[in-house]
């Protein structure tokens, strides 16, 4: 499958900072992407309409407004956009709401580090099977 | 004229045997509680999944359903 030229735009919406800068790294070595940072859900759903992201990768735990409530709202003008939850909330009643709200996929980012690039890559290959591996 | 020695009725009281201090548990009964409340996520200590179980869900999610014949 042929690469395309731009890269491609990924909402990273985490507020802690350390976390956004390895993700974008996993990311930046696997698809030639731009990186589009938020700190909490009300910058996300801004930035959504703003930027018109392809992939969101979306934190639970934030100020402000919460993944799982940013989650519902994104999805009601974002339908087919990729929306991974990362997030180190396991429990299975968060799980569930995330999947009913309409999460594409859910990581755990309290994995160690080499897991969760692992899982990320996974991630990649699943929503951009063409563009993964040569960033 | 009544019998000042004479002491008044009292009622009969039970002495407590042995028997009686003893706690009788359902262990089946407790068990199957033990395992709704584990199972359960509205109840109890909540149920954490690890990203194996979290990935199956998600892919339950996707599967799309079977056309009727």
Not at chain 1, 27 to 51: M, N, P, S, W, Y
Not at chain 1, 62 to 87: C, E, H, N, S
Not at chain 2, 47 to 53: F, I, P, S, T, V
Request: with cysteine; hydrophobic share 40%.
């Amino acid at each position: 499958m042929s690469q395309r030229n731009t890269p491609i735009r990924v909402l990273l919406v985490d507020d802690e900072r350390y976390m956004r800068v390895f993700v974008g790294k996993v990311l930046g070595g696997f698809i030639h992407c731009k990186v589009i940072e938020a700190r909490d859900g009300q910058e996300a759903i801004e930035l959504c309409r703003t930027e018109d992201p392809e992939l969101i990768l979306l934190d639970i735990n934030m100020p402000r407004l919460d993944g799982v409530q940013a989650l519902a709202q994104i999805r009601t003008f974002k339908p087919d956009t990729p929306i991974v939850m990362l997030t180190s909330i396991s429990e299975e009643a968060i799980v569930e709401e995330c999947v009913n709200k309409g999460a594409s996929s859910f990581i755990r980012k309290d994995l160690r580090a080499d897991l969760l690039q692992v899982e990320l890559q996974e991630m990649l290959k699943q929503f951009f099977p063409g563009e993964s591996g040569t960033p | 004229m009544s019998d000042p020695i004479k002491s008044p009725k009292l009622p009969l009281i039970k002495v407590p045997s042995l028997v009686d201090y003893l706690v009788r548990y359902d262990l089946p009964t407790i068990l199957e509680e033990a395992r709704l409340d584990y199972n359960q996520a509205s109840s109890g200590t909540p149920r954490l999944l690890n990203q194996k179980d979290i990935a199956a869900r998600f892919r339950a999610a996707r599967k799309p359903e079977k056309p009727a014949p």
